[in-house]
């Protein structure tokens, strides 16, 4: 059984957004959420900025499982961390316990176009079902990779920045990638499977700029 995980060179990285767009277009989230995110990480002395790439950890250890009192959030096999939208009745306790500010709250539910529903709204793909008062993240394009597809954000990296794949795969890019990476918020406990290639003494400025993320709050 493959254990799903993902790079992000943030050596690659321009912060063009695409990911971003591709995430939306493919899962059709509601408007103000994001499960794909870029932020800034400035470093003034240097003149330079740094683009990260921020989502959900898909972590060994998830801090929002036993934070739901519905055993509304499980894992894969392959151990992506999903929500089951018909357990979940939107108490938020999984919010506050996810340490990377991954997990937003629906609060209402409407469409992109006041009054208007566009043809691929009125028959959507289950990854596509968004409801009101519920918990939302990142999938990790769960359905494409049952298919045996790269997640979508991965597809549509011009850069490269990002590498998916079985981390207990020897041969596997992301498995070579992983030992060059560095997780964020260690300290937390979770062990992300998601990890970041950067200059260690980028470190703690990323981790800061993860914290200050404006989504950590419902």
């Not at 740094?50 to 989502?55: G, I, L, Q």
């Not at 009745?89 to 009054?115: L, M, N, R």
């Not at 049952?146 to 795969?169: E, T």
């Not at 498995?175 to 703690?204: F, N």
Request: hydrophobic fraction near 35%.
């Amino acid at each position: 059984m493959a254990n799903y995980g993902m790079v992000v060179d943030l050596n690659r990285c321009t912060g063009c957004m695409t990911c971003v767009i591709a995430c939306k277009e493919e899962n059709l989230t509601p408007p103000e959420i994001w499960w794909n995110k870029i932020l800034e990480v400035e470093n003034e002395p240097l003149n330079f900025i740094t683009y990260v790439r921020h989502a959900c950890m898909h972590c060994e250890k998830p801090s929002c499982i036993p934070a739901c009192k519905y055993d509304a959030i499980y894992k894969t096999p392959e151990g992506i961390v999903l929500i089951d939208q018909k357990k979940c009745v939107g108490a938020g306790d999984c919010i506050d316990a996810c340490p990377y500010g991954a997990i937003s709250f629906i609060f209402e539910d409407k469409s992109y176009f006041e009054g208007v529903r566009l043809p691929f709204e009125e028959s959507p793909t289950p990854n596509r079902v968004h409801k009101a008062n519920q918990a939302s993240k990142c999938t990790m394009c769960h359905h494409l990779v049952k298919q045996g597809q790269d997640p979508r954000c991965v597809q549509s990296c011009p850069s490269r920045a990002l590498i998916f794949g079985d981390l207990d795969d020897p041969g596997s890019e992301v498995h070579k990638k992983m030992k060059m990476a560095l997780p964020l918020r260690a300290s937390a406990g979770t062990r992300p499977k998601v990890g970041y290639i950067m200059p260690a003494s980028l470190e703690k400025q990323v981790e800061k700029r993860v914290e200050e993320n404006p989504f950590m709050m419902r």
